[in-house]
């Protein structure tokens, strides 16, 4: 599902922790993605860009933030950043950024 407004969407129904540590905890998963790349994040930056313009700057979390790509695009666009994230491999990568 997606917002008319602004186009951010959401997973329903939600699924299962289990379900979700199943997908996302695989290290084959974040590995066959590849961290990101300047064009997805120029894309991220345009949303924090966009984010920024409409409620302006402050805290942001990101559920399920993966390796950070966005959290870094929102930091450098001034955001105070935090997020949240169930894979262990990915947090590893993000911290390791």
């Known amino acids: 599902m997606a917002c ?5 969407g959401r997973t329903h129904p939600v699924p299962s922790l289990e379900t979700l540590k199943k997908a996302y ?13 300047e ?9 924090a860009r966009s984010l ?6 402050g805290g942001l979390l990101d559920v399920g933030c993966g390796e950070g790509a966005f959290l870094h695009a929102a930091r450098k666009e001034g955001f105070q950043v935090k997020g949240s994230e ?7 990568r993000a911290r390791a950024l």
């Open 4 to 8: 008319r407004r602004c186009g951010f």
């Open 25 to 37: 905890g695989q290290e084959e998963y974040f590995r066959s993605r590849g961290m990101w790349d």
């Open 39 to 47: 064009e997805s994040s120029e894309a991220f930056g345009r949303r």
């Open 52 to 57: 920024a313009g409409r409620w302006g700057l």
């Open 86 to 92: 169930i894979s262990a491999v990915a947090v590893s």
